[in-house]
């Protein structure tokens, strides 16, 4: 089946700096992913939309300069948090889709990001 | 915007037994409605989904039933297993596809022997 691939699983960095986390997908072209954050026994929140080769629509409330997402390709899409805090700490989680009917959505095994 | 509601958050059955999980959703356009298994510190995996319109589906010991009018759709796991242990979440979207999913807040189940 369809395998969505993210990478790091885990990254631990001090306040100030930035991460970047990638999501390809490796059988499968992405027309669309998704990235998603997840807080501890919660549900997933939709952060972002990226469409390859264009700018990503960005949900409510998060902050485009912070989660920086870029899908350079039909494989790879990049979310770096810039500047990141403690606050920022929390499981991210890609997701992605191909361009066919009823294709499901895919998801990565997660990046659990604590800043220190 | 679509609002989807899970019950129960979290569900304790015996090795063998039936667990159902049931989510309403408020959007009477939604018409694509996948269940996600995760596991610990792993991404959400799609274990079945339903279009609206199909009334009931079934995938070996999972099946999924909508009723439109209602508004609402559940989860069934029959004869369970220690590895059917997980979060599982319902999510719905007006698309048709995956995208733009509004998930439920997941329920917890844990399989005991």
């Known amino acids: 089946g369809a395998v969505v691939s993210q990478h790091p699983s885990r990254v631990i960095c001090k306040s100030g700096t930035s991460v970047k986390i990638e999501c390809r997908s490796l059988?499968?072209?992405?027309?669309?992913m998704f990235w998603y954050r997840q807080f501890p026994k919660q549900s997933l929140m939709l952060m972002a939309t990226?469409?390859?080769?264009?700018?990503?629509?960005?949900e409510q409330g998060v902050e485009k300069d912070k989660f920086l997402i870029n899908h350079a390709s039909l494989t790879l899409s990049t979310l770096t948090v810039t500047s990141a805090h403690p606050e920022d700490s929390s499981f991210y989680i890609c997701s992605a889709v191909s361009g066919r009917d009823n294709s499901p959505l895919h998801f990565g095994n997660g990046t659990r990001l604590t800043v220190t | 915007g679509e609002n989807v509601e899970q019950h129960p958050s979290t569900l304790s059955v015996q090795e063998g037994d039936s667990a159902v999980i049931k989510c309403t959703y408020s959007?009477?356009?939604?018409?694509?409605f996948p269940w996600y298994k995760q596991e610990l510190g792993k991404g959400p995996q799609l274990i079945i989904d339903?279009?609206?319109?199909?009334g009931e589906k079934k995938d070996q010991r999972i099946a999924v039933t909508l009723n439109k009018t209602a508004k609402h759709f559940s989860l069934h796991i029959t004869e369970t297993q220690p590895e059917d242990s997980a979060v599982y979440f319902c999510a719905a979207s007006q698309t048709g596809t995956a995208s733009k999913l509004t998930f439920g807040t997941g329920t917890r189940l844990q399989v005991t022997l």
């Open positions: 059988d499968f072209q992405a027309t669309t």
């Open positions: 990226s469409n390859e080769g264009s700018k990503a629509t960005y």
């Open positions: 339903i279009r609206s319109n199909v």
């Open positions: 959007d009477s356009a939604s018409n694509y």
